[in-house]
């Protein structure tokens, strides 16, 4: 198969699915042993090409794999046309998430000691969303579960790789409260 009929299988495929396809789903369909680094080659191929005929997509790497993508740029038309179901996740959920995510693998225990409190509905929640999954049992007392992020995860945080998570310090979350001074005692008088 030559390239440019190779780029439009990969097109195509890419085309007709929402989900994300890894380089090896994407070879596997071009058959013949068809090696993933040239689908990551086919998919640079086609970015450019969208770009210098500028398209309103491109194919975004994204939870280790490919996806094709409006670009942001065009989201309040497309909201217009079919309002998007965000995913509502509250407080608490984030909370459980942001663990789970940076501290995989991790069991529950470890996520209430950091919350403070019972995280069973928010890790029931989690997984029926997909988006953190059983990864195991830890070899510990009692065996606990062990919870990681999916894939699901990346995609909807257009996450290629967990190494894209931003640090801590590239979050600039404020620290906690300081403690209000006490008086002395002969001040407060």
């Known amino acids: 198969m030559i390239d440019k009929d190779a780029m439009k299988v990969v097109e195509a495929v890419l085309f007709s699915t929402p989900d994300v396809l890894s380089s090896k789903q994407i070879a596997d369909v071009l058959g013949n042993d ?29 939870a280790e794999g490919f996806q094709m993508r409006t670009l942001p740029m065009y989201k309040t038309w497309l909201t217009r046309l079919e309002p998007l179901k965000p995913l509502r996740l509250s407080q608490a959920a984030m909370e459980t ?11 529950r225990a470890d996520i209430d000691y950091l919350r403070g409190v019972d995280s069973s509905h928010n890790l029931r929640s989690l997984l029926e969303k997909k988006l953190i999954h059983i990864a195991g049992k830890d070899t510990g007392p009692g065996r606990p579960i062990l ?3 999916t894939k699901k995860f990346l995609g909807l945080f257009s996450l290629n790789d967990l190494k894209d998570l931003p640090t801590v310090e590239e979050l600039n979350l ?7 001074q006490q008086l002395p005692l002969e001040a407060a008088g």
Do not use: C, H, M, W
Request: no cysteine; aromatic share 10%.
């Open 97 to 107: 998430l942001a663990i789970v995510a940076y501290r995989q693998p991790v069991i």
């Open 174 to 180: 404020p620290g906690p409260n300081p403690r209000p």
């Open 147 to 149: 919870y990681t992020t």
């Open 34 to 62: 068809f090696p993933t680094q040239k689908v990551r080659s086919l998919v640079d191929l086609l970015n450019e090409e969208y770009q210098s005929t500028d398209r309103t997509f491109r194919i975004q790497r994204v």
